[in-house]
C-alpha cells in the first residue's frame, strides 16, 4: 500500500482481556517499530524488527505485551490480560533498508482499557 | 532520557517564518538530526533530516550549527495546517533501535 497501515483505528476492551493490534508496513520496508503514545506525552519505544535478525524488545514493559512479524511484512503486537495503564494510542512505523530514512508511521490503534 | 532539548511551545503568525530550535550538545559524529511533525491524533510525520550540511526540502529548511550541537527547523511560511508538536530527535544510520522521542515543541499558528 501507499503507507503503513494499522488496525483497529479504535479499541475500547475490558480489563482482563486480551487485545491485538495490527500493522502492514510499507511493501519493502525491512524495519518496523511499534511505540505507544499516552495522552500528553512523547512516544515510547516497545519494540523493533529489522528484516530476519531478532526483534528487539527491550522496550515492552511487562511479559503481557508480545509483538511478531510473519514473513517480514505484518506484524501483530498482542497485549494480554489488558489494565487500564495500557490505555494509549499504539503507533506503528516503518523505514526502508538503509540507515539514513526518516520512518513512515500510521496513524495509530487508540486503545482504550475500561 | 531524551538526547535533545526544546522549547515547549512557540507561537507563530500566519504567512511568517516559524523557526523552531533545538539544542543538541551531545550529538555523535555519525547522528543525523531528523524533524518530524504530530497534528493532533494522527501518527508522526517525517519533515526533513541532516547531518552537518544545510538541508531544504519542499515542507522546511534545516539549519545545522557548525559545531552540529543544536538545530533550527524553518518553515518559510507558516499556514494554519502546520500547528502541530515538533520533535527534533537524533538518530543513528547504524543502530536506531531505542530512539528517544522528546515532548517535542508545540507550535500554534495564529490568523
Known amino acids: 500500500g501507499a503507507g503503513v497501515s494499522q488496525s483497529p483505528s479504535n479499541k475500547v476492551t475490558e480489563k482482563g482481556k486480551d487485545v491485538e493490534l495490527r500493522c502492514d508496513p510499507i511493501?519493502?520496508?525491512?524495519?518496523l517499530y511499534w511505540y505507544r503514545q499516552s495522552l500528553g506525552q512523547g512516544l515510547e519505544f516497545l519494540i523493533y524488527?529489522?528484516?530476519?535478525?531478532?526483534?528487539?524488545k527491550s522496550g515492552l514493559p511487562s511479559d503481557r505485551f508480545s509483538a511478531e512479524r510473519t514473513g517480514g511484512s505484518v506484524s501483530t503486537l498482542t497485549i494480554q490480560r489488558t489494565q487500564q495503564e495500557d490505555s494509549a494510542v499504539y503507533l506503528c512505523?516503518?523505514?526502508?533498508?538503509?540507515?539514513?530514512?526518516?520512518?513512515?508511521f500510521g496513524s495509530g490503534t487508540r486503545l482504550t482499557v475500561v | 532520557d531524551a538526547k535533545t532539548t526544546q522549547p515547549p511551545s512557540m507561537d507563530c503568525a500566519e504567512g511568517r517564518a516559524a523557526n523552531l530550535p533545538c539544542n543538541h550538545s551531545?550529538?555523535?559524529?555519525?547522528?543525523?538530526v531528523y524533524w518530524y511533525r504530530q497534528i493532533h491524533s494522527q501518527g508522526p510525520q517525517y519533515i526533513i533530516h541532516?547531518?552537518?550540511?544545510?538541508e531544504t526540502n519542499e515542507m522546511a529548511s534545516l539549519i545545522i550549527t557548525e559545531d552540529r550541537k543544536s538545530s533550527t527547523l524553518i518553515l518559510p511560511h507558516a499556514t494554519l495546517r502546520d500547528t502541530a508538536v515538533y520533535y527534533c530527535?537524533?538518530?543513528?544510520?547504524?543502530?536506531?533501535?531505542?530512539?528517544?522521542w522528546g515532548l517535542g515543541t508545540s507550535l500554534a499558528v495564529n490568523p
Open positions: 541532516g547531518l552537518k550540511n544545510n
Open positions: 524488527f529489522q528484516g530476519n535478525s531478532a526483534p528487539d
Open positions: 551531545t550529538i555523535s559524529g555519525n547522528e543525523y
Open positions: 530527535i537524533l538518530q543513528n544510520a547504524g543502530n536506531n533501535r531505542k530512539l528517544i
Open positions: 511493501s519493502g520496508h525491512t524495519a
Open positions: 512505523a516503518s523505514r526502508p533498508p538503509g540507515g539514513r530514512y526518516g520512518y513512515t
